[in-house]
């Protein structure tokens, strides 16, 4: 298959770039820095130099793939439109990436939800993430009124070495880089809130899976256990040799020095389960679950 992928050069994109080319797919990869072009291509990538606000390339390429996987910016409403315009009537495939944030809670660190949500359970989204779950929608409305075949996949927290170019995720590698800054594992608040996880190998086999089985207008969140963000910082103390030694960082100063982004991804509470994937994909992970993973393999 001809497969048109965004953010190419990026933790998710690249990682699932790879897994395509290693499964003998063509891919085509949005990127934007002229400099690691050649890198792109010495991962089988063909470089498509470009961004999300190049509406001719993005319909070009969308027109010459058999499907296209949208994996820049889950934000990014202008690009999401061009693409399904420039597949609508096709039936092709479109992988739109989105996170779990989108439901998650302004617990700021401080409690627990028992809510747990699968793809059936509704919800209304945080203030912060409003817009995301907009696009989440309007990529699955296309699959039933534009003949475009549509999937949102919905990735919880994501941890492991990203398998394209060197990039990296976003949760960890703060927490980790804040702990080394203190000395202690650090969490927000009192660090009760939990976060459902998944490594970058299975969840690149999920698209690789939801490429070719996927039907339309799906929509599928991306886990395979779930910890709680006191727990996280445990291990990540363990790991850095601060003998288990925690540290809470008050949710005011976490956002003075992080923005609005600490609320949605380290003080909240999102706690999903994949149960489609599994379901209709016949997807199986099998990596190290997040807590031994930071044992063996810290930044
Ligand atoms: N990492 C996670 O745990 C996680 C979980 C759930 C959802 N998400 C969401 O998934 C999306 C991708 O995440 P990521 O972790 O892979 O981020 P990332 O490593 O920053 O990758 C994003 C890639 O997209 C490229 N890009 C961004 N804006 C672009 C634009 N306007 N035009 C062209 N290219 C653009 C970047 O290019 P450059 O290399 O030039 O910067 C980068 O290669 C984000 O929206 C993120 O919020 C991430």
Known sequence: MKVFITGA?????????????????????LIRNQEKVAALQQLGV????GTLNDVDILIKFAQRS???????NADHLA??????????????????????SVIGDDALGDTISEKIYDEETPFVPMDIRAYRAHIDKLVRR??????VRSIVIVPSMIYGKALGLPAESAQVPQLVRKSQEMGAGVHVGKGVNRWSNVHIKDLAQLYLLALVKAPSASYFFAENGEDSFGDIAKAISEALGYQGKTISWSVNDAIAELGDWVRSSLA???????????????????????????????Y
Do not use: C, M, Q
């Open 66 to 72: 058999d499907a296209v996987i949208n994996a820049a």
């Open 79 to 100: 690009s999401v439109v061009t693409i399904i315009g420039a597949l609508r009537g096709t039936g092709k495939a479109f992988i739109h990436t989105s996170g779990s």
């Open 9 to 29: 050069s990026g933790y998710i994109g690249g990682s699932v770039a790879k897994t395509l080319v290693d499964a003998g797919h063509t891919v085509y990869g």
């Open 142 to 147: 296309a699959g039933i009124d534009d003949w």
């Open 268 to 298: 909240s509470n999102s706690r999903v389960r994949g149960v489609n994937a599994r379901k209709l994909l016949g997807w199986e992970p099998k990596e190290e679950p997040l807590l031994s993973w930071i044992g063996h393999n810290l």
């Open 46 to 49: 063909e470089p498509v130099l």
